[in-house]
């Protein structure tokens, strides 16, 4: 049963650290997403690959979000430096096109 | 501006019932909507899609409508179970670049 994976499940850092969340893709899928969901803005969409290929970043906060796709089984974001506004779930999902979008099961992050 | 609008407060409804969740949406022609179920902790999960030519979809419980001139989707559980019980998500395109943005969600409870 081919799932999405998220590593680390639950992060707690201080304000001013760097945070790297790691998204293994569901083998076969050439789109991957990352969103982040808080209870004030809901699902928001940062970051939008296909073929590993950056298309849509246009939700993410330049100045300090960052994402990548190193190869086709792995897809991070990193955030430097780590500030409390982003404490939030953060979800990878990937998918056989945009039709439908198979999601992980998130990283809760807590900044301090 | 463009909107995703789902009702905020939780539908209660007896087992058995009919629920029905409504997503609507302002200003955008959407190429095709998308239904996810998200219970607490988890991520989403891909339920249904419905594109903009079609006027109804079903799968197995599950029913859901499309209406352009409206721009509504009506989502139907027939038969509804206390495991029906989570928040459904509506998610469709809102700029023509067929990336789905999501709305808010509607929490269902349904009692035994």
Redesign the interface.
């Known amino acids: 049963d081919a799932r ?1 994976t998220q590593t680390p499940r639950d992060k707690v850092t201080e304000m001013g650290q760097e945070v790297t969340m790691r998204c293994q893709p569901i083998l076969g899928h050439n789109t991957v997403f990352w ?1 982040r969901q808080t209870m004030m803005q ?2 928001e ?1 940062l970051a ?1 690959f296909r073929n590993r290929a950056p298309l ?1 970043d246009s939700g993410m906060p330049k100045d300090r979000f960052s994402a990548e796709m190193p190869d086709a089984t792995l897809a991070t974001l990193k955030i430097q430096p780590s500030e409390p506004r982003d404490s939030a779930v953060y ?1 990878c ?1 990937s998918g056989p096109g ?9 990283t809760r992050l807590t900044v301090l | 501006s463009q909107k995703i609008e789902q009702n905020s407060e939780a539908l209660n409804i007896q087992e058995g019932k009919t629920a029905t969740l409504t997503c609507n949406y302002t200003n955008y022609s959407p190429a ?1 909507l ?1 239904w996810y179920r998200q219970d607490p902790g ?5 339920l249904l ?1 419905i594109r903009e030519n079609e006027k109804e979809k079903r799968k197995e419980r599950l029913k859901v409508t499309f209406d352009t001139t409206l721009k509504q989707s009506l989502f139907h559980i027939t038969a509804s179970q206390p495991a029906d019980s989570a928040t459904y ?1 509506c998610a469709l ?1 809102m700029g023509g ?9 509607t929490s269902l409870i349904v009692h035994p």
């Open positions: 999405v969103y809901g699902l969409l939008y849509d979800f999902a945009l039709d439908e979008q198979f999601f992980g099961p998130g | 095709y998308q988890r991520g989403p999960v891909f899609l998500l395109d670049s067929y990336i789905p943005t999501f709305g808010r969600g």
